[in-house]
């Protein structure tokens, strides 16, 4: 009984140590008495036991890694405080295993090495403008050389940039400058646009105002003559009217009598005038053969007629 007990004891641990689960994105390397012996995949494996044994466990999920802060001098030789993140992922777990003693290690080493000298080839204002070159290059330097060691490096972020106190200062004053000269700027193109606004606005006041008065002074003009005309072709109307009717019978009897009534009306005016010495003739008859000659005056262009 007790030899049956030992034997179902030996037998659990036999089966407990020779089953292995392994987790989903995890790899396991196997050892066969110190040799590599293959890798176990997600899900139930077997091994034999006190023989074989796990001597390593990998996750292959994509792993951020904190690269510590370094001091970096760029090409203008100014000092700049750097730290970023690298996510990385195990690619190859016997590569992990054996390919370096300790992987993030030397991944951690690569990069701070490879970041100062990618930053010493710029200037200091180029560090600031190329994060995503000095990224590129950092990955592209790491996955060369992280292929031996099975890690696939999948990105590298810079998470901060930091200057000297000093160049702070400097970078402050210049940033206040350019702003301000873009302020400048910005007001004297505002007052350039307002004054050729100005200019413009009067400019066209002044062509509608000389449109307003040439267009007046055309109408002042079309009024008047049209006025002349109008007087003109109401005289030329009266005269054919005044000459139809002297025509007529009785009509030269009638200018007669008018032109008499004109005279005496003008000698009555010189009469009245206080400062006039009136000359009457004598001979009254003499007036009459005065307005004879007018009278024949005026017959003779109607007979020319």
Not at 103 to 119: E, G, N, P
Not at 208 to 226: C, L, P, T
Not at 263 to 279: M, Q, R
């Amino acid at each position: 009984m007790p030899i049956a007990i030992v034997v179902f004891i030996i037998a659990v641990i036999f089966i407990a140590r020779s089953v292995q689960v392994v987790p989903q994105q995890h790899a396991w390397v196997k050892e066969r008495l110190g040799k590599y012996a293959g890798t176990l995949t997600p899900g139930l494996n077997f091994i034999v036991p006190f023989i074989d044994k796990i001597a390593y466990k990998h996750s292959l999920k994509e792993i951020p890694l904190d690269v510590p802060e370094q001091v970096c001098i760029t090409k203008d030789n100014t000092q700049l405080k750097v730290d970023g993140i690298l996510y990385f992922q195990v690619t190859d777990p016997m590569r992990a295993s054996y390919g370096a003693s300790n992987y993030v290690v030397a991944i951690t080493q690569l990069a701070q090495t490879t970041l100062r000298s990618v930053i010493g080839r710029l200037e200091l204002d180029k560090t600031f403008e190329e994060r995503e070159m000095i990224n590129a290059q950092v990955v592209n330097a790491i996955d060369e050389a992280a292929l031996n060691w099975g890690v696939k490096v999948l990105r590298y972020e810079i998470k901060d940039l930091t200057p000297p106190a000093e160049i702070l200062r400097s970078m402050q004053a210049q940033i206040t400058a350019e702003r301000e000269k873009r302020a400048l700027i910005a007001a004297s193109e505002g007052k350039r646009q307002e004054q050729i606004n100005l200019a413009t606005g009067e400019r066209e006041a002044f062509i509608a105002r000389s449109e307003g008065e040439k267009q007046a002074a055309i109408n002042r003009a079309q009024g008047e003559a049209a006025s002349i005309l109008a007087v003109a072709e109401a005289t030329a109307e009266a005269l054919t009217r005044v000459a139809a009717a002297i025509r007529q019978p009785g009509g030269e009897q009638a200018v007669q009598l008018k032109v008499a009534e004109k005279a005496v009306e003008a000698y009555g005016k010189v009469a009245a005038d206080a400062n006039t010495t009136l000359i009457v003739p004598s001979n009254m008859s003499e007036v009459a053969t005065l307005l004879g000659s007018a009278m024949k005056m005026l017959q003779t262009p109607a007979a020319g007629r």
